[in-house]
């Protein structure tokens, strides 16, 4: 809510979608509101997931923010009087993330040439917990595997994971990652693993992309000299068959409707926070403030000096070390 506005971005009504402001009927008890603007999408526009549902006349809120707090709301449509009276009792949610995405279902073949396996994800919200089980293969167009630079073919998986549904900000950091475990995974069940086991000593005379013990670990992306025979989905193929994200899922946000005018979800977080691609509300807690393109936190060492490897020179984007990207 926002002075005495309601602003819903998407309202799925039968096939069509819709944006929708509702206004607030001052001192109405219960509470009503009228219908303000409102357009309707072009046909085919993709529909976010947890879009408010209109159906019955009753327009069902699956997650409503206001004040730092989140709700369930269901909206009665009273045709006679023109209003949308609230239906109570209200239920709180216990977090900002109970009620997001807690059915999210997903069965995709694929018929490609490196890839014919049917992709199966589910996410379910058991008592305080998300719950996912997939098999670990992509739902989108994928990169020639075995590649010369990639000798790894995809192969099944058991994918299980257990995340909470009451995320906290945390001034200290937990390192995963590798052995260190899953970053983070995308609704399609695929993990996130943004490292290289690929690493350069000091000197720059011994370097590895695998089973490497350097003191610099070599990115895998923004960077030409090291290939490690990545797909467009900034993704590529470890040992074990697991297909795995470096980047940005490219197919997978094409595939949700991921554009500049709507903040896209494509996964969770180890530590339960939803992950976006690749735009968020300017100011986070308000929907309706202008949508900007997000930015990583990491920082470049300024004061490292640069590595000789195969007679040139690299160093900015190219290594990651205790001290933070060089």
Not at 120 to 133: D, F, G, Q, V
Not at 294 to 304: I, L, N, P, R, T
């Amino acid at each position: 809510m926002k002075s005495l506005t309601l602003f819903l971005p998407y309202v799925v009504a039968g096939t069509d979608l819709y944006n929708v402001n509702l206004k607030l009927i001052e001192n109405s008890n219960p509470i009503e509101l009228t219908l303000g603007p409102y357009y309707k999408y072009v046909e085919g526009t993709a529909i976010p997931n947890n879009s408010p549902l209109f159906s019955g006349n009753v327009l069902s809120i699956p997650v409503l923010r206001s004040g730092g707090a989140s709700y369930q709301v269901q909206l009665d449509y009273i045709e006679a009087d023109g209003v949308f009276r609230l239906i109570e009792p209200v239920h709180s949610l216990e977090s900002s993330t109970e009620g997001v995405l807690c059915n999210y279902i997903d069965n995709t073949p694929n018929n490609q040439e490196s890839l014919t396996i049917t992709s199966k994800s589910e996410w379910a919200c058991i008592e305080a917990n998300r719950i996912l089980t997939a098999n670990g293969i992509p739902d989108h167009d994928v990169g020639i595997f075995p590649n010369p630079h990639n000798p790894n073919m995809i192969s099944e998986q058991s994918v299980s994971a257990s995340y909470t549904l009451s995320p906290t900000e945390t001034s200290t950091s937990t390192k995963l990652g590798g052995p260190a475990g899953v970053i983070a995974y995308i609704l399609n069940g695929v993990k996130v693993d943004a490292g290289t086991a690929g690493t350069c000593n000091n000197s720059g005379a011994s370097c590895k992309l695998a089973g490497g013990g350097g003191s610099w670990s070599i990115e895998a992306l923004g960077q030409t000299h090291f290939d490690f025979g990545d797909d467009e989905n900034h993704a590529h193929v470890q040992p074990g068959g697991q297909y795995h994200y470096h980047g940005i899922p490219e197919g997978f946000v094409t595939k949700q409707g991921g554009n500049s005018s709507t903040m896209t979800i494509i996964g969770w977080g180890a530590d339960g926070f939803p992950i976006y691609a690749r735009y968020g509300h300017s100011i986070a807690d308000d929907s309706s403030s202008p949508l900007k393109a997000m930015e990583g936190s990491y920082g470049f060492v300024s004061s490292a000096e640069r590595i000789k490897i195969s007679n040139i020179y690299v160093c900015f984007g190219y290594f990651f070390s205790r001290l933070g990207i060089c």
